[in-house]
C-alpha cells in the first residue's frame, strides 16, 4: 500500500522559513509527478507547488519566488523549501503524488505563521 508521510510543519514568524518533507512508502515506482497543496480553514484545498519525474515545476502566484520544490525520484521524496512566510501561507499542508492515473495523498502538516 502506497504511504506518503509528510514532515517539517510548525510555527513560524512571519518572514521565517521552513522546509516541509514527503516520503513515499510501500512502492518501487517513480510518480509522475509529486506536489504539495494547502487547505486553510474555510477554504478550498489548492496547489502550492508540483514537480514531475523530469523535473518540470509549476508553482501557485501567491508562492512563486518564495518556495521553491525539489524531489528525489529514487528516494521518492519530494521537498518544499517555503522562505518570507507570511501569515496567509498558514494551513495544512499536504503532499501528493500521481501514477497510472491514481493519486496518492499524504495526512497533512500544519504549518502556521505568526505575524
Known amino acids: 500500500q502506497v504511504q506518503l508521510v509528510e514532515s517539517g510543519g510548525g510555527l513560524v514568524q512571519a518572514g521565517g522559513s521552513l522546509r516541509l518533507s514527503c516520503a513515499a512508502s510501500?512502492?518501487?515506482?517513480?510518480?509522475?509527478?509529486m506536489g504539495w497543496y494547502r487547505q486553510a480553514p474555510g477554504k478550498q484545498r489548492e496547489l502550492v507547488a508540483s514537480?514531475?519525474?523530469?523535473?518540470?515545476?509549476e508553482y501557485a502566484d501567491s508562492v512563486k519566488d518564495r518556495f521553491t520544490i525539489s524531489s528525489d525520484n529514487a528516494k521518492r521524496t519530494v521537498l518544499l523549501q517555503m522562505s518570507s512566510l507570511e501569515p496567509e501561507d498558514t494551513a495544512v499542508y499536504y503532499c501528493?503524488?500521481?501514477?497510472?492515473?491514481?493519486?496518492?495523498w499524504g495526512r497533512g502538516t500544519q504549518v502556521t505563521v505568526s505575524s
Open positions: 501528493n503524488g500521481a501514477k497510472w492515473g491514481a493519486v496518492y
Open positions: 510501500g512502492t518501487i515506482f517513480t510518480f509522475d509527478s
Open positions: 514537480i514531475t519525474s523530469r523535473g518540470i515545476t
